[in-house]
């Protein structure tokens, strides 16, 4: 089936600083990507709807100026955290789907803000 | 209150146990997802359904589209089943969004 990866896997970062989050669909052209994040014992919420080549659907709620998503290339959507706060210390997946709609997600990227 | 319903939030069996997940939904939808999210986080996609039934090893899911709720099966549980089982659905056939459900947390026990 499908492959979805993100890197990192999990990142630590002090108050303030930026953390960029790759997503990468390794064997097939991925238009869209989405950005969920969950908290502990929580389902997943969506963020934004990445689309190549366009700007990114944002959910209500989600500050576009604090997580920037960008999805440059049909293989690559990346969403950088910026000036990050502990409270944005969650766990965030990327999902893309093929034609027939199947959900193929990525194995989750643990971000821990001190 | 969530669109999407699940049932029950925490699930307890025994090796062998059959299982079953209830999920309900508010309105009409174009798709149904089953997910299995293990412990590490990663998430497989275990079904995804229109209408009728599918059945793929020891998981069987089913919709019900006129009620408005699906339900997942696992016969003869397995400690390797223990995870967090999450419903989905897809409201619109020009959108690729889901809405999740809460999630299912099973412990299947030897």
């Known amino acids: 089936g499908a492959v979805v990866s993100q890197h990192p896997s999990w990142v630590i970062c002090k108050s303030g600083t930026s953390v960029k989050i790759e997503c990468r669909s390794l064997?097939?052209?991925?238009?869209?990507m989405f950005w969920y994040r969950q908290f502990p014992k929580q389902s997943l919420m969506l963020m934004a709807t990445?689309?190549?080549?366009?700007?990114?659907?944002?959910e209500q709620g989600v500050e576009k100026d604090k997580f920037l998503i960008n999805h440059a290339s049909l293989t690559l959507s990346t969403l950088t955290v910026t000036s990050a706060h502990p409270e944005d210390s969650s766990f965030y997946i990327c999902?893309?789907?093929?034609?027939?709609?199947?959900?193929?997600f990525g194995p989750g990227t643990r971000l821990t803000v001190t | 209150k969530n669109e999407v319903e699940q049932s029950p939030q925490n699930l307890t069996a025994q090796e062998g146990e059959f299982i079953t997940i209830n999920c309900s939904y508010s309105v009409g939808i174009s798709a149904l997802h089953w997910l299995q999210q293990h412990p590490g986080g990663g998430i497989v996609s275990l079904f995804m359904l229109s209408s009728g039934k599918k059945k793929h090893g020891r998981l069987i899911a089913t919709i019900n589209i006129q009620e408005k709720h699906s339900s997942l099966h696992i016969t003869a549980s397995h400690p390797r089943d223990s995870a967090v089982y999450i419903c989905a659905v897809r409201y619109d056939y020009n959108t690729d969004k889901l809405i999740f459900g809460t999630g299912t947390r099973l412990q299947v026990f030897p």
């Open positions: 999902s893309s789907d093929l034609l027939s709609y199947e959900q193929y």
């Open positions: 064997d097939f052209q991925a238009t869209t």
């Open positions: 990445s689309n190549e080549g366009s700007k990114a659907t944002y």
